[in-house]
Every structure is written in C-alpha cells, then in structure tokens.
C-alpha cells in the first residue's frame, strides 16, 4: 500500500522512465507480440484473389497521393504568404528540408492504444515536443511525451491528453486538435461561419523549432452544428494513417534543439 | 506459492495486454482483461499473505503496461486492496464455482476502475474515453472469459479450486 501512494506522488518524469525501461527491457517480446498484431490484421487479404491484393495496393498508393498533395496545397499557401511579405525574411518552408530520424515502433501504450513507444531516445537526438511522422503515409500522427535515453513515448493526436494546433483544408486559421480516445478526436470552438465538410484535410500547424510548415495529421468525419451552441460546428476528426499498423516512425528534429 | 511461475505468468499476461494480441477476443473494441482475471484467481485461491502480495505486483504490471492518465499507483492501490478484501472474504463466501468466480472478477472489475479513476484525480484531470468500456463492458467480457482462463492457469500453477493450492480445476 506505501509503495502504492509513493508510486502515485511519483513525478511522472520519473515513473514514465520506469515504463520507457519495462519496454526496453522487454523489447524482444513486445515486437514479435505487435508483428505478430499487424500481421493478423493485414492477414485477411492474402486470402482473396490476386485481384483483391492488387486493389488494396492501389488504395494504399491512392491515400498516400492525397496526403501528398495535401501537403502541396500547404506548401503553396505558405509560399504565397512570402511572396505577400516583402520586407521580411522567413524561413523557406519545406518538411523535407527537416532532419528527420527513423525510428522503430516497439509497442503501443496506454488504455486505447494511443500511445507508441519507439526505439530511440535521448541519445539520437528525441526531445519532448518534437513531432512524429508515419513514413509510410507522410503524415503527423502525434508529438513524443516523454524520453529516456534510448527510447521514447509518443502520444498520439487521439489521445485524450493530446492538444495539437491545427488548421482546416485552406483556411489559414489556427485551432487545436483535441484527443477524444477510441482512434477520435475534436476541433472544438470553430465558428459555423467557416465551410467546412466531411472529407477536409486537417493539417498540424506550423510550431517554431518544432514544424517548419504545416503538414496533413487527419481528415474531418464530420461536421455538425453544435447542439450545446448552434454558433459552433461540432467537427470529429480521425487520424489519416492508421497508428495500430505502423511499424516505423520518423521523428522530426528541428535544427536548432529547444532547451 | 510458485512465485517464478507467477511472474512468468503475469509477464505473459502483460505482454500479451500491451501488444494488442488480445484484440483476437475484441468484441467492438472491448478487450477482456487478464490482469484483472489474475487478480481475482490469485486472491481466491492464495493463502492470504500471498494474495496480498500478488495482489499489488499485478497492479505493479497493469500500471506499468498502460498507466491511468500517465500516472502510476491507483491500478497498484486499487487492485492490493480489493485482492486484499476478496482473500479476506474466502473465509465469509466461497469463490471457487465458476458463476461466483466470473462475479467476483466483474465487480471487482468494475471497482478497481472506479477506485483508479478517483486516485487519478488526485495527481490529473482523469478523463476517460470511453467510461461504459472502462466500468462496465470490459469488467464484464473479463467475467466471461475468467473461468475459462482460470483452468489453464490453475494447472500452470499448480492450484486447484479444492483446497488453496490443491484440488480440481473447479469444485463440484
């Protein structure tokens, strides 16, 4: 019982790195256990005709296109916004110019799995804060929360503690990307004045030192009026990669490291 | 008590929580919980000394796998009390038929994640996705499939529901 109220008033730096060296120290386990996870839930279509494969292929380039062009589309505004200021300098945008750090998936975390713990830590370079791409998808799937020195907690944008700035397809206005749990989240306190529809790319704002522009993290599922303030759409939004299969992530590093 | 096939037990269970294999038994995203079906096993069929420490070590795991809000020490507290009570209460209500066991695992379920949610707030915020899943389904498919993971546990450790330690898989 003692043990368990010094556990609870614990800082949770100090029990998060009790959890990062359980997954280091059971790694071994924990990968094959996730493979073997990802293996079961992409198994089903092996199954079908060679025609079925080559269809989910397709869907697969066909998502990774549109999360490419989204990012086009946001790099075309930011190049506008340059153009338009003319006495003063601002940073050329482009993610690709970005050090980026690949890293292994070891295993998912926390009641809803919305959490990834990766394979690298302090030592390569991972600080809190920093935000993670999927590779596969190009897209953000959320920011690291806590760090040791060889591996890292990553939240995911679903996840209930998670507030991430964001912005709706081309409006160029800045809210916040809200973790509701169960693979969902929420872009509250948007005015219903915006148009906005099913189906919008929602982009992970620019953050200084962190995200040099602003890059696809989900896509709305939808888009009602608030029934607590008709003022006010209620917009649900998912991730656009899917986190339960990722096996490899990329961590942004920005040049100049936040102290 | 086999405390070595305890903890590679427990290990097991964790790891098999944590890398989503469970998902396999998912039923609309409800996953059974074999920590808590543990904790229920271990403090019905334990000697008292011993239910108390497997109690907290299993809520030492559940925390450490998945930590409420990021905080550990409510699953540590809330699980060594009520295995504590369940033990205590062998000697009041007999637990060992497999309809009173998947009882005793659905309250204590449902118990555990109430406890856990009023210690979270006292070092978070505790929001919880998904409370129905958390109080009630997932204590509820722990129940469910409880008595029939206590078999193959019950052999691996050695202990039956005859006597604590002994015995048949269940009594008749």
């Known amino acids: ?259 | 008590m086999r405390w070595v096939r305890f903890a590679v037990l427990i290990l097991v269970a964790s790891v098999l929580q944590q890398t989503g294999l469970m998902g396999v038994l998912a039923v609309r995203g409800i996953r059974p919980d074999l920590l808590l079906v543990f904790l229920v096993f271990f403090a019905i069929r334990s000697h008292s000394t011993d239910a108390v420490i497997a109690s907290f070590a299993i809520g030492f795991m559940a925390d450490l796998i998945s930590p409420a809000m990021g905080v550990m020490g409510p699953r540590i507290i809330s699980f060594g009390i009520l295995g504590t009570l369940l033990s205590d209460l062998q000697g009041i209500i007999s637990l060992r038929r497999p309809i009173h066991y998947a009882a005793a695992v659905f309250i204590t379920g449902a118990l555990a994640a109430g406890l856990s949610y009023l210690l979270t707030f006292l070092r978070a915020d505790a929001v919880t996705a998904g409370p129905g899943a958390q109080f009630f389904w997932q204590p509820l498919y722990s129940a469910v499939v409880g008595p029939f993971v206590a078999v193959p546990a019950g052999w691996w450790m050695h202990m039956g529901a005859g006597r604590r330690g002994a015995g048949r898989p269940w009594p008749r």
């Open chain 1, 1 to 259: 019982m003692l043990v368990g109220l010094i556990f609870l008033f614990t800082p949770q730096g100090v029990t998060g790195r009790l959890q990062l060296l359980y997954a280091r120290v059971f790694r071994l386990p924990l990968e094959v256990g996730r493979g073997l996870t990802v293996v079961a839930q992409t198994a089903a279509p092996a199954q079908h005709a060679a025609g079925r494969s080559g269809y989910e292929q397709l869907l697969a380039t066909h998502r990774q296109l549109r999360n490419e062009l989204a990012n086009v589309r946001a790099k075309v505004q930011e190049l506008r916004r340059q153009n338009e200021l003319l006495t003063r300098l601002r940073r050329k945008p482009g993610w690709e110019d970005t050090p980026v750090l690949k890293a292994s998936v070891i295993t998912a975390a926390g009641h809803g799995q919305d959490e990834l713990i990766i394979g690298k830590g302090q030592e390569a370079g991972v600080a809190v804060g920093q935000y993670v791409m999927s590779l596969d998808d190009h897209c953000i799937i959320g920011t690291v929360s806590s760090v040791s020195a060889k591996t890292a907690k990553v939240r995911v944008i679903t996840h209930v503690m998670s507030r991430v700035p964001a912005s709706i397809a081309d409006l160029g206005l800045r809210w916040f990307i809200e973790g509701r749990g169960k693979n969902g989240a929420r872009i509250p306190l948007v005015s219903a004045e915006h148009k906005i529809k099913v189906g919008d790319p929602v982009y992970a704002e620019k953050a200084r030192g962190f995200l040099d522009v602003a890059t696809v993290a989900a896509e709305v599922t939808q888009c009602r009026r608030d029934p607590d303030n008709p003022l006010l759409w209620d917009i649900a939004v998912r991730p656009v990669c899917d986190v339960a299969a990722l096996t490899d992530v990329a961590v942004l590093i920005p040049a100049a490291q936040p102290k």
